[in-house]
């Protein structure tokens, strides 16, 4: 190692294309590779030949910068990979991955546009190479679906994307599998072509081994070893063999037996830098190297002489390259077309018709002993309009409404309550025998009403309270319908109808009006039970005159609302709820867009090729962020247009803020999915776990979650379990204000929580965008943004994805 001479330095080090000394990889126990030595001169064919599994696509990996080695030092064109000055990434290097590494809806001659868009190749460029490769070849009509070709048609189409650009040197990883002995010949001959007359270097790894005969060099591999590297015909000759397979059977053989190997063949002690005919280093070499694969060279960055000659962050050809993809893709897929668009409608509709609607035909077991008659009996007597003092549990009946509450009849209160236990009724009521004469005693003799009275005359209710939403319902039901009935009493016997109703400001002046004021003032939601106000009004107080009595029962039941500061006197559930299930949606929705993307690239060896190709991680980043933005526009309009337009759920706010507050959450659920996927290895991982962490995202964030991600039950277990911990810390079913504070400060935390609080705002308060509420929200989604996309290049930086 010591007489290294770094890049560019040494003589024979510059007529080397690749050279390699003293490699070291290991995936946590297993060695790949063993101390491992390669040189490839510039010009030249090499051959490298192993069984598989032996660590052949690693070292290529490693090569072309997309793995480090533990230890060991790999040179390309006069520079370590990923460094200033090296030839990867960037156009001077042609990679075919082992992989097909191709966008199947994409046809062969799109494919080659996108792969020489990002090499900077103009069209016309393009067109022309394409030409003289579908010839070479034989490829089929150029306009045809890379996934409608055969696997080995679709291995030289990779295979034409890696010569597209006429790179300096090429790495070509069993380009001739599942191609005929006829089409393998014209490729040798090409390549043996563009070696001697191009000055091209060609790395080719084969599993048909007497192919190899027409390489300049053969590195045969074995167990991560290189045991032996020689012209094809110096190696034959020099084992007495007539084909090269035997020659690598009598290396196995012998490698097998290391004295006897080392012993036997080992005759010329060679330096580190010349060609190594056998591995003669120690077994223990390779063992004190750094116990993790993810090593990685403080050095190593993606600077290379591409970036160097546009001077920029982001080059356009990739970026048009990569965004010309993104469109196409989806455009080419029509089940992620109605993903993407149709999911916000479906999910929206179901959520305005599934939830917050009153519930109905809730059935009430109803014991009348006051009439002891059913209903249809009850209607037969009772008409509306007539002012009588007859059958008053009857007409307070007659308001219970259809289709909401169902009147089921029973004979006892032990049956009706009978019937409450077994769920078959969500209440009873129940009314005296004399509730009507007792309610007409009580309203006559006021305060002189015994106990007795006010007892005969209550209606006595037992509710199943054991879903609190019905059982609020029905509570509010029963009162409302109280009201409507002394309303209708007082109108027919011409009494103005609105004292019932008896606002607060009409009895202001007998009822401490400062208390009432200070709760105006401090927007107080003030509901207030009149009592006694039989001596407040100025009338013939009378006992016997009817209308002075129905009027003093009427107003001793009602109770008044003043008119909201915001929102309606009668609240929706789905208006609460809303603002936070457009937050929740398009955030999963911006999730599941992108969770995917990088991994199914990354599976299919189409990242590997990207990144080779000089692509920056920002420029796949921006790429990504520039489709997802357009994408996610188009949602948002969707959902806002069916949540506010189609289903009426209230938005008092701007437009434009709530509009713009939707988009950015969107992309905040885009970063989050990004930064998801370049963390999970397996694509049904990343897909789990933005499943199910829908709501949770929020719980743990993405850091959290990435960093189980590798192992995929927990991954999916933890999203799981987290999903209702997060729905209740999300704001979004439940008011934060009913938690304990700690939970409030830690929910605020979250990347759902203030976009929620500020569309909510938006939406129901209809305040402007200087409201603290409002553009700490905003504030919130653009931080989790940066957060989420630094958290992804950093990571796409460290795994080198
Ligand atoms: N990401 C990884 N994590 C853990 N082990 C890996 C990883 N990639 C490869 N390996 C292991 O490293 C060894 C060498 O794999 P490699 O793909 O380099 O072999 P190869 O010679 O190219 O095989 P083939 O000819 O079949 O492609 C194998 O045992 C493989 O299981």
Same mark, same amino acid.
């Given at each position: 190692m010591d007489s290294n001479p770094g890049p560019g330095g040494g003589g024979e080090e510059r007529l080397n294309a690749v050279s390699v000394r003293g490699a070291c990889k290991k995936y946590g126990v297993n =060695? $790949?590779?063993?101390n491992l030595n390669m040189t490839v001169k510039k010009g030249t064919i090499y051959g490298l030949l192993g069984a598989s599994g032996c660590g052949k696509t690693t070292l290529l990996t490693c090569i072309v910068g997309r793995r480090h080695l533990n230890t060991g030092e790999v040179l390309v064109l006069g520079g %370590? !990979? /990923? %460094?200033?000055? &090296? /030839?990867? +990434? /960037?156009?001077r290097v042609g990679y075919m991955p082992q992989e097909t590494a191709l966008y199947g809806e994409f046809t062969i001659q799109e494919t080659m546009m996108y792969f020489g868009w990002m090499f900077k190749m103009s069209t016309a460029d393009v067109k022309k190479r394409l030409d003289f490769l579908l010839k070479l070849l034989d490829l089929p009509y150029k306009h045809k679906l890379v996934n409608k070709l055969s696997g080995g048609q679709q291995r030289r189409v990779s295979f034409a994307a890696a010569l597209l650009h006429d790179p300096e040197l090429l790495i070509l #990883?069993? !380009? %001739?599998? *599942? $191609? #005929?002995p006829l089409l393998r010949q014209n490729i040798w001959e090409h390549l043996v072509d563009i070696a001697k007359s191009g000055n091209k270097t060609i790395i080719i790894t084969t599993h048909y081994i007497e192919e190899a005969r027409q390489a300049h060099m053969i590195g045969m591999m074995r167990s991560g070893r290189l045991l032996a590297e020689s012209p094809p015909d110096r190696l034959m000759a020099r084992f007495g063999c007539d084909t090269l397979e035997e020659v690598f059977l009598q290396l196995s053989l012998r490698q097998d037996s290391p004295i006897t190997t080392i012993d036997q063949l080992h005759s010329n002690k060679t330096n580190k830098y010349d060609p190594v005919y056998l591995v003669e280093e120690s077994e223990d070499m390779c063992q004190d190297y750094q116990e993790t694969s993810n090593y990685i060279d403080p050095k190593a960055h993606h600077d290379n002489v591409d970036k160097k000659e546009c001077c920029g962050l982001i080059s356009g050809g990739p970026l048009h390259a990569m965004l010309h993809k993104n469109f196409l893709r989806i455009w080419r897929n029509p089940g992620l077309m109605v993903f993407i668009f149709g999911l916000p409608v479906f999910q929206v509709i179901l959520f305005c018709l599934a939830v917050g609607r009153d519930p109905y035909g809730l059935k009430l077991a109803i014991v009348n002993h006051d009439m002891n008659f059913t209903l249809q009996e009850c209607s037969d007597i009772v008409s509306s309009g007539n002012c009588s003092f007859q059958a008053l549990s009857c007409h307070y009946l007659r308001h219970l409404k259809d289709p909401t509450i169902i009147k089921e009849f029973f004979p006892t209160q032990e049956s009706a309550n009978e019937a409450v236990r077994r769920g078959k009724a969500w209440g009873t009521l129940y009314f005296t025998e004399n509730f009507t004469d007792a309610m007409v005693a009580r309203i006559h003799l006021q305060e002189y009403t015994d106990e007795e009275t006010l007892d005969q005359s209550g209606i006595k209710v037992w509710l199943d309270m054991s879903n609190q939403q019905i059982g609020l319902m029905l509570m509010s039901d029963l009162r409302a319908s109280y009201q409507d009935f002394s309303r209708e009493l007082l109108s027919s016997c #011409? =009494?103005? +109808?609105r004292l019932a109703e008896a606002p607060i400001r009409a009895v202001v002046g007998h009822l401490q009006p400062e208390n009432l004021d200070q709760a105006i003032t401090n927007k107080v939601l003030y509901s207030y039970i009149v009592e006694t106000t039989f001596k407040m009004l100025d009338r013939d107080s009378s006992p016997t005159s009817p209308p002075l009595a129905v009027q003093s029962f009427a107003i001793v039941t009602t109770y008044t609302i003043n008119n909201p500061v915001y929102g309606s006197r009668t609240p929706s559930f789905t208006d609460f709820t809303a603002p936070g299930v457009v937050v929740v949606l398009i955030f999963f929705l911006g999730v599941a867009l992108t969770v995917g993307t990088l991994i199914y690239e990354r599976r299919e060896g189409l990242l590997d090729r990207t990144i080779v190709a000089g692509v920056t991680p920002l420029e796949i980043m921006v790429s990504h962020v520039i489709t997802q933005f357009v994408l996610m526009s188009v949602q948002s309009v969707l959902l806002l247009t069916f949540t506010i337009y189609v289903f009426r759920v209230e938005c008092e706010g701007s437009m434009f803020w709530v509009a713009a507050l939707t988009v950015l959450q969107g992309m905040s659920g885009m970063c989050f999915g990004f930064a998801i996927s370049t963390f999970c290895e397996i694509e049904s991982t990343a897909f789990q776990m933005a499943m199910g962490s829908f709501y949770p995202a929020l719980l743990l964030s993405g850091f959290a979650i990435s960093t189980f991600c590798e192992i995929e039950s927990t991954a999916f277990q933890m999203a799981m379990g987290s999903f209702y911990p997060a729905l209740l810390l999300s704001g979004t079913i439940w008011p934060l204000e009913g938690m304990h504070v700690a939970l409030q400060y830690f929910s605020k935390c979250l990347p759902l929580t203030l976009p929620t609080t500020a569309l909510r705002c938006l939406m129901a308060? *209809?305040? &402007? =965008?200087?409201?603290s509420d409002i553009y700490l929200g905003f504030v919130a989604c653009i931080i989790w943004i940066l957060l989420f996309v630094a958290l992804s290049i950093l990571v796409m930086k460290i795994k080198k994805l």
């Open positions: =060695i $790949v590779l063993d %370590t !990979p /990923g %460094t200033k000055g &090296s /030839g990867v +990434p /960037g156009r #990883d069993e !380009p %001739t599998v *599942g $191609v #005929d #011409d =009494i103005n +109808p308060r *209809g305040w &402007s =965008i200087w409201e």
